[in-house]
């Protein structure tokens, strides 16, 4: 079954190539600065979910998972680390409702339900360089489970999990973003 086309996908993307930044970033350097003055939001602003998950790749196959427990006002408050092991060679994401993926140096995407490796199951596969540096800003899941990216000739596709087919499937939504990676 195919999921209903959302409002405003370009903006989405373009909150979930931000966010991959900023937790990149965030990542690399935490400072515990005091937050800025609160303002009211416009009506489109991006909103934060509570708990936010970032993940820590350590070495070539461990992963852990911070959960950053005030990621709209940047405090920094985290709960407790999730040692979620070994087995994740290639890229990890975490996605809506406790899901990760993981995309592999053989180009082979996987998906992790309830951070259970005993249930990750390929979704796709033909992702081959995804898990390089060169396309590390160029891929993204939303808080709504959405994978953006940005291919190589340009276009803006928005991905989803099909749970009937147990596949990711696919559509361009723009082309020309060349530079905005």
């Not at 408050?77 to 592999?104: C, E, Q």
């Not at 990750?120 to 081959?128: D, L, M, P, Q």
Request: aromatic share 10%; glycine share 8%.
């Amino acid at each position: 079954m195919r999921r209903p086309r959302l409002s405003g996908r370009a903006g989405r993307a373009i909150a979930a190539l931000l966010t991959a930044t900023a937790t990149a970033t965030l990542a690399v350097a935490i400072t515990t600065a005091a937050p800025a003055q609160a303002s009211t939001p416009p009506a489109n602003a991006v909103s934060c979910l509570p708990d936010v998950p970032v993940l820590a790749k350590l070495g070539a196959e461990s992963v852990r998972m911070y959960r950053h427990a005030d990621a709209a006002s940047g405090s920094a408050g985290w709960n407790p680390m999730i040692d979620l092991g070994t087995g994740f060679p290639g890229r990890v994401f975490a996605s809506a409702g406790r899901v990760l993926y993981n995309l592999r140096p053989n180009g082979e995407f996987y998906r992790i339900e309830n951070y259970d490796k005993a249930t990750a199951f390929k979704v796709s596969e033909g992702w081959f360089g995804w898990d390089l540096a060169a396309f590390r800003n160029r891929i993204a899941f939303d808080s709504a489970g959405d994978l953006w990216t940005v291919q190589d000739d340009n276009q803006l596709r928005r991905s989803w999990y099909n749970a009937t087919t147990k596949r990711l499937e696919g559509e361009v939504i723009e082309a020309g973003w060349g530079a905005s990676t």
